[in-house]
């Protein structure tokens, strides 16, 4: 969640294939601190896709799968 998913470095070459709009934590501080949000329910948007990418490539009842459920 901190950091974009590296394919390669994480072993999973068909992310890309999967997700089409990636989004990580350190993207959306990024975009906080350079004030790309408008309005609050942008920033909540982004922290959904995240959510809901991991829920999209991950298997349930995965550790990572597990985690983003933690934080919904």
Same mark, same amino acid.
């Given at each position: 969640? +901190?950091?974009?998913?590296?394919?390669?470095?994480?072993?999973?070459?068909?992310?890309?294939?999967?997700?089409?709009?990636?989004?990580? +934590?350190?993207?959306?501080?990024?975009?906080?601190?350079?004030?790309?949000?408008?309005?609050?329910?942008? +920033?909540?948007?982004?922290?959904? +896709?995240?959510?809901?990418?991991?829920?999209?490539?991950?298997?349930?009842?995965?550790?990572?799968?597990?985690?983003?459920?933690?934080?919904?």
């Amino acid at each position: 969640f +901190l950091r974009p998913v590296d394919p390669v470095k994480q072993g999973v070459p068909h992310y890309f294939n999967i997700i089409k709009t990636p989004m990580d +934590l350190s993207t959306i501080k990024t975009k906080l601190q350079k004030n790309q949000y408008s309005h609050p329910q942008q +920033l909540d948007d982004d922290v959904r +896709l995240m959510l809901r990418n991991c829920f999209t490539f991950n298997p349930p009842n995965t550790y990572v799968y597990n985690e983003a459920k933690q934080l919904e």
